[in-house]
């Protein structure tokens, strides 16, 4: 009976959205509205990941937020509002940064990845894991009067593709709503914020049901009352396009809770892991940065260097004449929230 008004609807099938798996990047004015939709659509999991916390700000804008979630966890806030109004919909949290909190094997996994992220570095470095694993990308971003809704269907154009070298080389920290953003977007209203969500979410339930899809950039202007197409050809010099070989991913019986030394031991002589982010090395010299995980004391856990869940892991062989390979580490239990 809950979802007796869809059935007519051309192309339309419960089922298939009950099996599917959303994975959110972002989880703010447009992120809690995409996850509301979805899960009222019913979509059977998402996966929510934002390393911030509910500001008093986010309050005008976020869909699933209330004053009594000021200082929580945007994920928790958000898988709280969602058990209560869509408790068939399973809320996977991740309390992190996008690549300490969603892993290759995830995205690679996922009927569909959803991109509701604030800064054009974040969109480049998510857009580079997708692309990574052959993943769709759906992205969404907002104006003070309009925004934009971009799909990247896999082994097309990518978000970087339209971008200059420069630009694609931007890197940042996860900001969060009350710092000031470096590139000087204004924010919009709630109204607009909710226009972009649900023109996302239309697209996206499209996607999970195999109907067409434009592929590119849809603006959308209420200034003036307009709707804008735009297609970005693939830039055959776009550094973003990098594809992981399936066949050279082997699962590990390993976790993102197994220790360096447990890693060591599943290594073969000659070869040493590299992670996919920097990190403070324990027990080093203060400002000490690193990305070999070879190279970090063998007590430290992985997930505290940054690895998330389900990652894939390159490892590096430094043996003549041997070629690199890829691990994949094991998930953590379903419905799980992995907070720092």
Not at 161 to 178: E, F, H, I, K, N
Not at 199 to 204: G, N, R
Not at 313 to 321: L, S
Request: net charge negative; hydrophobic share 40%; glycine share 10%.
């Amino acid at each position: 009976m809950r979802y007796t008004r869809h059935a007519p609807i051309p192309g339309w099938d419960q089922e298939l959205l009950r099996a599917a798996h959303v994975v959110i990047c972002g989880v703010g004015a447009l992120g809690t509205e995409v996850a509301r939709l979805l899960a009222q659509a019913g979509v059977g999991a998402l996966t929510l990941c934002d390393a911030d916390t509910v500001e008093e700000s986010n309050l005008s804008r976020g869909a699933l937020f209330d004053p009594a979630d000021i200082g929580a966890p945007k994920v928790a806030a958000a898988a709280r509002t969602l058990a209560t109004i869509c408790p068939e919909t399973l809320v996977n949290e991740r309390r992190n940064w996008l690549v300490c909190g969603i892993g290759l094997a995830e995205l690679r996994d996922a009927s569909l990845v959803v991109s509701c992220l604030d800064t054009r570095a974040a969109r480049i470095q998510l857009a580079e894991r997708c692309t990574l694993v052959g993943v769709a990308l759906l992205d969404g971003g907002t104006r003070p009067w309009g925004g934009e809704v971009r799909y990247y269907p896999a082994g097309g154009p990518c978000y970087g593709c339209g971008l200059t070298d420069s630009v694609r080389a931007t890197r940042d920290d996860p900001l969060s709503c009350a710092r000031p953003d470096p590139e000087g977007v204004r924010g919009a209203s709630a109204a607009v914020s909710a226009l972009v969500a649900s023109w996302m979410s239309a697209t996206a339930l499209r996607v999970l049901f195999g109907q067409p899809v434009f592929a590119g950039v849809l603006r959308l202007d209420t200034a003036y009352a307009d709707t804008h197409r735009m297609r970005h050809p693939r830039d055959p010099r776009c550094p973003l396009h990098e594809r992981i070989p399936p066949e050279l991913v082997e699962p590990a019986p390993l976790s993102s809770d197994a220790t360096v030394a447990e890693l060591l031991d599943w290594l073969l002589p000659g070869e040493a892991a590299l992670g996919w982010t920097e990190f403070s090395n324990p027990g080093g010299p203060a400002g000490l940065f690193g990305v070999w995980l070879s190279d970090a004391p063998g007590p430290s856990r992985l997930r505290d260097l940054g690895v998330a869940p389900r990652e894939i892991i390159r490892i590096i062989n430094r043996r003549e004449g041997q070629r690199d390979r890829f691990i994949e580490l094991a998930g953590p239990p379903e419905g799980g929230c992995l907070c720092p």
